[in-house]
């Protein structure tokens, strides 16, 4: 029997090495074309000068221009400290409230768990218009639920001077919008973060909470030495889902505002929202490619210091 050749040996090892890149092919081309070729023409757009109504003939390299227009620019920097301001009032508080309740669920409602972690998580899976358009149905100043709520308790003796009689306008004053959105904002995930940690409270191995009740330990002890220490990685994990989303925070302010910017001095204008506008409504995709990038890299400094304050002990830096 003839042995096989030296090239057909050699090809048919290339066809073997080659056969787990075919099958990934599909979604490498998807990936380059949707992903990577869009993120190679923002790197350029950054450096551009742009009318996309004249076509791509218009495009002028400016070199650092749009950056350094952007970053003295006023409305750019009121924008990140809205942006800044409901990553913080709605992203911190998810966390607090999620990592007790999930505690709670974990430990005290074995048998109907379930039932209320669904009805818990049903808000995060639920259209992103459709909760705004509750919202902002419930925060209506003249037929809202909530001011007819605020209503009745400036009625009772005590309350009449401390709440306003008439109501508040949640969605129309500068003061409480923001509130409000970030108030819709914490509703809707808040039931992600508590299914996240109770996934991983599950894992914790039982032996550990029966020692520690053996030593003496009570359930705060528990808590706080041994439940906290083991959920790093998962709030780590949290947290910078938490970062990352607050942070692109676009849709809950652009539909709750009645005029889908910001509010009354756009009071809660994000920095997605402004530049959205400056690409679509001021026709200056480079200057609104540079807001991007400059919102990644506000992006990766507080993930970053996310890693360095929630790291696992003993993980390297």
Known sequence: MRRPSAGFRLAARLRIASAPYLFLSPFL??????????????VAMACMRWDPVEGFGSMRFVGAENFAFTLGDPWFWKSLYNTLWLSLAAGVPQHV????????????????????????FLPYITSTVAIAILASAL??????????????????????????????????SSRAVKPTVAIVVFW??????????????QAIPREI????????AGAWMRFRFITLPLLRPTMLFGVTLSVIGGLQLFEEPFILTPDGRGGP????????????????EFNDFGSASAISWLL?????????VAYRWLRPRGAEA
């Open 296 to 304: 990644f890299a506000v992006v990766g400094i507080l993930v970053f």
């Open 97 to 120: 409230v999620a990592i007790p309740l999930a505690y709670f669920l974990h430990r005290a409602l074995a048998r109907t768990r379930n039932a209320i972690v669904a009805a818990y």
């Open 265 to 280: 001095s756009h009071a809660a204008m994000t920095t997605a929202m402004y530049m959205y506008r400056t690409a679509f």
């Open 209 to 216: 909470y029966e020692a520690s009740e053996i030593d003496g």
């Open 139 to 172: 925060f209506s100043t003249d037929y809202g639920l909530v001011n007819d709520a605020v209503r009745s308790l400036a009625a009772l003796p005590g309350l009449g001077s401390l709440l306003p009689a008439e109501g508040v306008d949640w969605l129309g």
């Open 188 to 201: 809707r995930y808040v039931g992600f973060n508590t299914v996240l940690y109770l996934a991983a409270l």
């Open 29 to 42: 081309l998807l990936f380059a074309v949707f992903g990577l070729v869009p993120l190679a023409f923002s």
